[in-house]
Each structure stands twice: as C-alpha cells, then as structure tokens.
T-cell receptor, first 115, second 112 residues
Framework: KAGVTQTPRYLIKTRGQQVTLSCSPI?????VSWYQQTPGQGLQFLFE???????NKGNFPGRFSGRQFSNSRSEMNVSTLELGDSALYLC??????????????FGPGTRLLVL | LAKTTQPISMDSYEGQEVNITCSHN???????ITWYQQFPSQGPRFIIQ???TKVTNEVASLFIPADRKSSTLSLPRVSLSDTAVYYC?????????????FGAGTRLAVHP
C-alpha cells in the first residue's frame, strides 16, 4: 500500500507570496492532518480535515488554511508568506478517529523556504 | 493536557540496549502513551503505544509503572539506523490530534 505523498518536496518563495501544498493520504484513510516543523518551535499541529470538514485546529493565524476533497486528498495554503513560515510542512493521514488511539502516518514533508 | 519531559539527547553504541524515559506527572485516567520516531527530513513514524504495564512489539518495548507518571521506551540492541529523534506523546482517546504535543523529543545518537 502506498504511503502518504506530498508535493512538492521543496519550494522557494518570497515574502508576500502565497503557496499551496498538496497531500495524498494512504488509500482508505479519511483523516488528514497538517503540521509545521521548525528548529525553534518543533512539531506543531496546524489543522485536521475529515470528510471535507475541518475537525480540529491549532493555534495558527488565518493566513494558514486548508481544505479536503471528496477523495480525501488535502491541500494547505499559506497566504502573505513571512520569513518565519520557512519550515518543513508535514501531512499525516489516519483512518477515521482523531486522537492518540488512531495511528497517524506521516508523509516526507514539503520543505518551504521563504526569502 | 498532560505535559511530557524527556532528556534532550542520549548517546549509545551499536548492540546496546537503550532506555528513554518520559515523565508525565499529570497524566489523566483516560490518557494513552505513544512514542514516535523521526529521522532527519522525514515525517515521524509510530513505534509503540500503551496504557499500563508492558507492551512489546517487533521494534521496541514500552514499560509503564503502576502510577503511570512516567514511561520508558526500550530499544534492544540498537544499530546506527536507530539514530533519530524519539517523541513521547500523552493524550486522551478520541481527544483530537490538536491535544497531542510532540515536544522537543530525545535525540538519540548511536555510535559504531
């Protein structure tokens, strides 16, 4: 079974631009979560989508948004990029439930550099 | 939310057993304990999960004392490929992924 895939793997943008990242979950998985990982803040939860609806949300500004399609694929968008948005963005999928009992499977991430 | 405390880093040698302890003094009755492993430039990977006593799988063992205020991840006979960051997570069943805090993790370095 194929794992979680994320595209693109690397991205360079400039301040003020916007970016869209894509995630394809494991086949049959309906929950997709997004995380931001930086050396200073570590791994931080952005949001989770299930059945095309945002189910949980972390403490990030409104510039960070996401959506999920009927085939469970998900995209996240960051508008008006700031230097501090440079990070590894990870997508994780799980079957249905949301919580520690439901194992998350992470993708390889998209490394975003904002200049 | 249960706060976890782990050592920042550990060193070991190939073939040794490694034990990483995580402290979670304010763990709640319905909280479970999960460990993830992360290699550089990759997403975290689930290792093991438990509620109490001992859990063992093909990769590791997880020891949880009766008071559940700490847990120990045990990696038998480590190899160089076990060099990674290990995260201890504590959270409620069906509590939502937003309730899980990865923290800084423990950076394990395995030497030849």
């Amino acid at each position: 079974k194929a794992g979680v895939t994320q595209t693109p793997r690397y991205l360079i943008k400039t301040r003020g631009q916007q970016v869209t990242l894509s995630c394809s979950p494991i086949s049959g998985h309906r929950s997709v979560s997004w995380y931001q990982q930086t050396p200073g803040q570590g791994l931080q939860f952005l949001f989770e989508y299930f059945s095309e609806t945002q189910r949980n949300k972390g403490n990030f500004p409104g510039r960070f948004s996401g959506r999920q399609f009927s085939n469970s694929r998900s995209e996240m968008n960051v508008s008006t990029l700031e230097l501090g948005d440079s990070a590894l963005y990870l997508c994780a999928s799980s079957l249905e439930a949301s919580g520690i009992q439901e194992t998350q499977y992470f993708g390889p991430g998209t490394r975003l550099l904002v200049l | 939310l249960a706060k976890t405390t782990q050592p920042i880093s550990m060193d070991s040698y190939e073939g040794q057993e490694v034990n990483i302890t995580c402290s979670h003094n304010n763990i709640a009755t319905n909280d479970y304990i999960t460990w993830y492993q992360q290699f550089p430039s990759q997403g975290p990977r689930f290792i093991i999960q438990g509620y109490k006593t001992k859990v063992t799988n093909e990769v590791a063992s997880l020891f949880i004392p009766a008071d559940r205020k700490s847990s120990t991840l045990s990696l038998p006979r480590v190899s160089l490929s076990d060099t990674a960051v290990y995260y201890c997570l504590v959270g409620p069943v069906s509590g939502g992924y937003n309730k899980l805090i990865f923290g800084a993790g423990t950076r394990l370095a395995v030497h030849p």
